[in-house]
């Protein structure tokens, strides 16, 4: 019932005043929730995590209602388009085939991508280190695209897997030398638990703007201008007041905003 | 689409610039595991009608267990199971066989079209007519001369429409290899699709190719059948 207030209230509000609040009374962001910590679902069906809260906090400054529409990752791009949705929030990265086809916000986070091996290897991210080594990368990944331009040419056996898991598998059977992954994902979905016993993290986060793109944003329809104005102002007016680092505590002990 | 081909045709022909991949991956593996299933078969269906249970009973529970489960769970049992055992990996020829994608990918597919080629022919084996093994027999013919002469040629030839289905399902079934990271047609298709978010045209283009390689083999088999089934067409009037 409160929630239906604050809805309605809201949208008294937005009608009552704000000038792009005239055309966006509610905005509906398309997630996958299956990305924990950025995006899941608690037992009882309610989405939580990192962009859901991001995302119910622009709303708040948009003064329009939040109404999340749940879609696979696959076909995020294509439904956007549809209008089944405003924007896509669901830790989508900002890259250059993207950006041909949708617009993105400004950067809600950039989370670092880096190698794990096994522990004392002494294997570093680098085309020399690794010359001649086996590297695991899930196939369609920005990490994919970084180990294909800058350490295939140099002799590295980049092995693309169908998912991750299957990557991860497979280096703690010993088929892989290394693996290069979201750290975030590895260190939640491998390091932390019994079977990435005697793996770590070799090397530090990698950048490559090119390849591993600038951080994920809320993907746009390219027509609505208007709306990516409106979102950009909200994520800025967070990142100055202290609105983000607060929600940023709740999930990462680390800056997750990033370079 | 142009698009498309221009930058990928390489890669769904034959080469991602490091490796075979596409039409080059699955073709070898269509022929490598549909070989070893043809030549393994033979006996196998021999066995399998054979009158002592010590033969059929095991060709029987082999083909029971590789029919009985999807190719994709015997494909993940090969690749990923047998590979997370220690026995496998301390035992140096084991190692380096289930070590590369490929080998398990060829073992799981070869014996799994083995099963099904080993009942196509016993069930034609079975069917051979009494008159042709009566034939042979009142030639004084010995067992293994019966086999080689008279039942495997003829039950050979009735199975080929029935075989012409398992290979070309076959083709369709090399499109799980990729689970294996064995890089083949759909796996480029796959690797297009996340560059462009061009599914329509990704996936079409593979279901493309796909039908070429059918259309050949339908050809293929077509001529196979009027060759060697000519005596069983039905008398022109």
Same mark, same amino acid.
């Given at each position: 019932m409160r929630k239906v207030i604050t809805a309605v209230s809201l949208a008294l509000m937005a009608t009552s005043f704000g000038a792009f609040a005239k055309d966006w009374k509610e905005v509906r962001f398309g997630v996958? #929730?299956?990305?924990?910590?950025f995006e899941s679902k608690a037992p009882n069906g309610q989405l939580i995590g990192f962009d859901i809260d991001l995302g119910t906090e622009i709303c708040a400054r948009l003064k329009a209602k939040c109404v999340w529409v749940e879609n696979d990752f696959d076909g995020m791009i294509p439904a956007l388009k549809a209008k089944k949705f405003d924007g896509v929030l669901s830790s989508m990265s900002i890259n250059e085939a993207r950006l041909k086809e949708i617009n993105f916000s400004a950067k809600l986070f950039n989370t670092p991508t880096r190698m794990v091996a096994? #522990?004392?290897? =002494?294997?570093?991210?680098t085309a020399a280190s690794l010359k001649g080594k086996r590297v695991g990368v899930e196939q369609g990944t920005i990490q994919e695209a970084y180990a294909k331009a800058h350490w295939a040419p140099g002799g590295v056996e980049v092995v693309p897997y169908q998912n991750q898991s299957l990557v991860l598998a497979d280096l703690a059977s010993g088929r892989l030398d290394a693996s290069l992954q979201d750290a975030i994902q590895a260190d939640e =979905?491998?390091? +932390?638990?019994?079977? =990435?016993?005697?793996f770590a993290f070799a090397g530090g986060d990698l950048n490559d703007? +090119?390849?591993? =793109?600038t951080g994920a944003g809320i993907g746009l329809r390219k027509e609505d201008t208007d709306l990516k104005a409106a979102i950009d102002k909200a994520i800025a007016g967070m990142l100055k007041d202290g609105t983000y680092k607060k929600i940023e505590k709740k999930y990462f002990k680390f800056d997750v905003y990033g370079k | 689409m142009i698009d498309i081909i221009q930058q990928y045709w390489k890669a769904f022909l034959w080469t991602d610039g490091y490796h075979l991949s596409g039409l080059a991956v699955t073709m070898w593996l269509l022929v490598v595991s549909i070989a070893f299933g043809f030549f393994a078969s033979i006996p196998l269906a021999i066995a399998r009608v054979s009158r002592s249970k010590w033969l059929s009973r095991p060709v029987w529970l082999f083909s029971y267990v590789f029919r009985g489960t999807p190719l994709y769970i015997q494909l993940l049992f090969f690749y990923t199971g047998m590979y997370s055992l220690d026995i496998v990996r301390d035992v140096d020829i084991l190692n380096h066989f289930f070590r590369e994608g490929y080998n398990c990918t060829i073992l799981a597919f070869g014996l799994n079209t083995c099963a099904y080629t080993t009942e196509i022919f016993a069930g034609a084996i079975k069917a051979t007519p009494y008159g042709e093994i009566e034939a042979g027999r009142a030639y004084g013919m010995n067992k293994f001369t019966l086999y080689r002469r008279v039942i495997i040629p003829s039950a050979l030839r009735r199975a080929l429409p029935a075989y012409s289905n398992e290979v070309i399902l076959m083709l369709h079934a090399t499109t799980v290899a990729f689970t294996a990271t064995v890089p083949d047609i759909l796996k480029v298709a796959r690797d297009v699709n996340a560059a462009t978010y061009d599914s329509f045209n990704a996936f079409g283009l593979a279901a493309l190719i796909y039908l070429c390689i059918t259309f050949i083999l339908v050809a293929l088999f077509r001529k196979a059948e009027s060759k060697w089934l000519a005596h069983l067409r039905p008398m022109k009037a």
């Amino acid at each position: 019932m409160r929630k239906v207030i604050t809805a309605v209230s809201l949208a008294l509000m937005a009608t009552s005043f704000g000038a792009f609040a005239k055309d966006w009374k509610e905005v509906r962001f398309g997630v996958d #929730a299956s990305y924990a910590p950025f995006e899941s679902k608690a037992p009882n069906g309610q989405l939580i995590g990192f962009d859901i809260d991001l995302g119910t906090e622009i709303c708040a400054r948009l003064k329009a209602k939040c109404v999340w529409v749940e879609n696979d990752f696959d076909g995020m791009i294509p439904a956007l388009k549809a209008k089944k949705f405003d924007g896509v929030l669901s830790s989508m990265s900002i890259n250059e085939a993207r950006l041909k086809e949708i617009n993105f916000s400004a950067k809600l986070f950039n989370t670092p991508t880096r190698m794990v091996a096994k #522990a004392g290897s =002494g294997l570093q991210p680098t085309a020399a280190s690794l010359k001649g080594k086996r590297v695991g990368v899930e196939q369609g990944t920005i990490q994919e695209a970084y180990a294909k331009a800058h350490w295939a040419p140099g002799g590295v056996e980049v092995v693309p897997y169908q998912n991750q898991s299957l990557v991860l598998a497979d280096l703690a059977s010993g088929r892989l030398d290394a693996s290069l992954q979201d750290a975030i994902q590895a260190d939640e =979905g491998f390091l +932390k638990k019994p079977e =990435g016993k005697g793996f770590a993290f070799a090397g530090g986060d990698l950048n490559d703007p +090119k390849t591993l =793109g600038t951080g994920a944003g809320i993907g746009l329809r390219k027509e609505d201008t208007d709306l990516k104005a409106a979102i950009d102002k909200a994520i800025a007016g967070m990142l100055k007041d202290g609105t983000y680092k607060k929600i940023e505590k709740k999930y990462f002990k680390f800056d997750v905003y990033g370079k | 689409m142009i698009d498309i081909i221009q930058q990928y045709w390489k890669a769904f022909l034959w080469t991602d610039g490091y490796h075979l991949s596409g039409l080059a991956v699955t073709m070898w593996l269509l022929v490598v595991s549909i070989a070893f299933g043809f030549f393994a078969s033979i006996p196998l269906a021999i066995a399998r009608v054979s009158r002592s249970k010590w033969l059929s009973r095991p060709v029987w529970l082999f083909s029971y267990v590789f029919r009985g489960t999807p190719l994709y769970i015997q494909l993940l049992f090969f690749y990923t199971g047998m590979y997370s055992l220690d026995i496998v990996r301390d035992v140096d020829i084991l190692n380096h066989f289930f070590r590369e994608g490929y080998n398990c990918t060829i073992l799981a597919f070869g014996l799994n079209t083995c099963a099904y080629t080993t009942e196509i022919f016993a069930g034609a084996i079975k069917a051979t007519p009494y008159g042709e093994i009566e034939a042979g027999r009142a030639y004084g013919m010995n067992k293994f001369t019966l086999y080689r002469r008279v039942i495997i040629p003829s039950a050979l030839r009735r199975a080929l429409p029935a075989y012409s289905n398992e290979v070309i399902l076959m083709l369709h079934a090399t499109t799980v290899a990729f689970t294996a990271t064995v890089p083949d047609i759909l796996k480029v298709a796959r690797d297009v699709n996340a560059a462009t978010y061009d599914s329509f045209n990704a996936f079409g283009l593979a279901a493309l190719i796909y039908l070429c390689i059918t259309f050949i083999l339908v050809a293929l088999f077509r001529k196979a059948e009027s060759k060697w089934l000519a005596h069983l067409r039905p008398m022109k009037a």
